[in-house]
């Protein structure tokens, strides 16, 4: 890949032109990530980041970032946050400008109207109709562009406890930004947002505000990302394991795959995909359950490339 470079995923397509047209004029990874970010963020179209996000089970839009730079290793990050449109900007403000790496809930947002941030509604009408078709039990008020979320959905989901009907959800309601960039000093950035699993307990918090979770990056080795059912990936260290790998002389690709493998032998409904690149550039993204896709743009690019990663396969007998 030519340097510098910006990689994301599928969500990061249309924005990726972004960040690689501030990498062009020299600007640092950082900002590059941010600034992608904060599109998708604003991008009311896509309900699992930032604006339209849908809500938690108390009709509630909790948001989660975090941000890296590979140079120092800080990180900032936020959880939890509610009525505030960029939680990646936050974040970043966390690295820069607190003594602490994450802030949640009240606790972020004191700290956002310190920053100067401004509160926003997140709501849209996609966002409140969702919820209020869940509230009141009518999953035929769902329109068409509703059925392509909750198609897969039985109609006799309500017989089964919140349990039950949560696994049943979580292979579909997962969304997040993952945005990784090298600069032209070769400094490397990882950023992540989400509004995490649809209808999601109320203070949920998945991976990706968990630094080595959903998020790692070194300017030694390369950077990683998760996205999907982050419990898993807080479970496993899994952006961290993946860079760990490559410290360790593995190929992104080797990397990739072998996180993924992990993570499969865990569970035999495992729900996560990764992103990472090395420190040369090569980008890979693997999953335990389906073909990923992922988009990448040098800066002397014209519109970002589609990129395919490999479907992980297990390496041993399930139960750790």
Not at 100 to 110: C, I, M, P, S, T
Not at 215 to 239: F, P, Q, W
């Amino acid at each position: 890949m030519n340097l510098p470079f910006i990689t994301g995923t599928y969500n990061s397509e249309a924005f990726l032109h972004i960040g690689s047209g501030l990498l062009r004029e020299g600007s640092s990874a950082v900002d590059a990530v941010e600034a992608t970010i904060r599109a998708v963020e604003a991008n009311p179209e896509d309900h699992s980041v930032g604006l339209g996000g849908i809500p938690n089970l108390l009709g509630v839009i909790q948001l989660d970032a975090s941000i890296m730079e590979g140079r120092t290793l800080r990180a900032g990050a936020v959880a939890a946050v509610e009525g505030f449109l960029h939680p990646i900007s936050i974040a970043r403000k966390v690295m820069e400008v607190s003594p602490h790496v994450l802030l949640v809930g009240g606790g972020a947002e004191a700290f956002a109207e310190a920053m100067a941030f401004e509160r926003e509604e997140l709501s849209t009408e996609y966002s409140e109709h969702f919820y209020g078709a869940f509230v009141e039990d009518m999953m035929e008020r769902l329109g068409p562009e509703y059925r392509e979320d909750l198609g897969w959905l039985r109609d006799d989901w309500k017989a089964h406890d919140i349990r039950q009907w949560y696994e049943r959800l979580e292979g579909h309601m997962h969304g997040t930004v993952n945005v990784l960039a090298m600069d032209s000093r070769g400094d490397i950035c990882s950023g992540v947002s989400t509004s995490g699993t649809y209808l999601k307990l109320p203070g949920r918090v998945g991976d990706s505000p968990i630094i080595g979770a959903g998020n790692y990056c070194d300017n030694r080795y390369g950077a990683a990302a998760c996205v999907g059912k982050g419990e898993l990936s807080i479970r496993h260290g899994t952006a961290r394991t993946i860079v760990l790998l490559m410290q360790q002389g593995l190929s992104v690709e080797e990397a990739c795959l072998q996180a993924m493998a992990e993570v499969l032998e865990m569970t035999d409904d495992a729900q996560l995909d990764c992103l990472a690149f090395d420190r040369d550039g090569r980008t890979f993204a693997a999953s335990t359950n389906q073909e990923p896709v992922y988009y990448t743009m040098g800066v002397g690019q014209g519109q970002a490339e589609e990129r395919r990663g490999s479907v992980a396969v297990t390496r041993s007998p399930k139960g750790i």
